[in-house]
């Protein structure tokens, strides 16, 4: 009998039917499939009220762990032949709960030298959350074998406004009943059980090379060239930010996270349209290193820097 744990944290279940559907073409007589959510003792609001939602930049990014709930010890005795492990992006990084997960001796305990398979989904802004999450990995001596990203699939700026109305309003529902539906679609959700093949097939025969490029071959990961330069530079920017926000308590932190929160609209209405631009007119020079990042970012591999 193989065994896989799925960890998780999802605030919607958005992510959660996505892991389950996955699993439903994995489970059998011959796999067993157990679930794992991770919760933090100190719960993220659903819906998000804006103080909340922004007063969570600073310890998302700069990758500050918060205590969780104690994993079942009959969860930590067991040795697992695959962990899913399912996570969200916040501001470019992994979640707090996911990330305090990762940090933990819990997660030492469950993940070193075992294969391990990341299922995302995020609105569309996901590539260097995923290139934390492979350094994660590395430091608990786990071995990432496949990824799979899922997103919003509509433009850039129709998913940031119908996230606002899903997010805060807390219903993934067509705002004003002509935006497209929040998220990742139903179809797409759906549809994630056909990754269940390939990663049985793995799993069987205990041998993962190929595991990344059979997933890649059903549509896994879509690396949108455009939103790599976007997301590089968010993370540049957001450095600056995070460590100062850090630093200011009560009130004068209250008062900068106003600042912040108009700083990110200026960032994704002004900026991200002209970093968009640059990609766009630096498409033909570029377009040797665009392929090569494209590859690389859908790959399970960790650039050494
Ligand atoms: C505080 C916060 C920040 C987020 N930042 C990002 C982001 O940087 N990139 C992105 O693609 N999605 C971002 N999202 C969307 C999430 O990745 C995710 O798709 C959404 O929260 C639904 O996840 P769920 O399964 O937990 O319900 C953010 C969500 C929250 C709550």
């Not at 969200?88 to 992994?94: E, G, I, M, Q």
Request: net charge positive; proline share 5%.
């Amino acid at each position: 009998m193989k065994e896989i744990l799925i960890i998780y944290y999802s605030q919607t279940g958005q992510l959660t039917d996505i892991l389950k559907n996955i699993a439903s073409t994995i489970c059998d007589e011959k796999v067993n499939v157990s679930y794992h959510e991770i919760v933090p003792k100190k719960k993220f609001p659903f819906p998000w009220q804006q103080e909340e939602f922004y007063g969570a930049f600073p310890e998302t990014f700069l990758q500050i762990s918060a205590p969780l709930e104690d994993f079942p010890s009959e969860i930590l005795q067991k040795k697992y032949d695959l962990v899913i492990l399912g996570y969200t992006t916040w501001y470019l990084t992994p979640s707090i709960p996911i990330n305090s997960f990762l940090k933990s001796a819990e997660a030492k305990t469950l993940l070193a030298k075992t294969p391990i398979l990341t299922v995302s989904a995020s609105r569309n802004m996901w590539i260097m959350a995923q290139e934390k999450m492979k350094k994660l990995l590395v430091a608990n001596n786990a071995n990432l074998v496949g990824n799979i990203a899922l997103v919003d699939k509509n433009i850039n700026h129709i998913s940031v406004i119908t996230i606002v109305h899903w997010l805060m309003g807390g219903k993934k529902t067509k705002m004003l009943g002509i935006f497209p539906k929040p998220g990742v679609s139903d179809s797409e959700i759906e549809a994630a059980s056909r990754f269940g093949a390939p990663i049985k097939e793995a799993l069987l025969q205990n041998e993962y090379a190929h595991l990344q490029d059979n997933l890649l071959e059903l549509g896994a990961v879509k690396v949108d060239p455009s939103l790599i330069a976007t997301d590089i530079r968010g993370n540049m920017v957001f450095t600056k930010w995070a460590n100062h926000l850090i630093k200011k308590e009560g009130d004068d932190r209250k008062k900068w996270l106003v600042f912040f929160k108009y700083y990110l609209l200026f960032a994704i209405w002004l900026i991200a349209p002209i970093v968009f631009i640059v990609f766009l007119l630096t498409y033909l020079p570029m377009y040797r290193k665009i392929q090569k990042d494209k590859a690389y970012y859908s790959s399970v591999a960790l650039k050494q820097d």
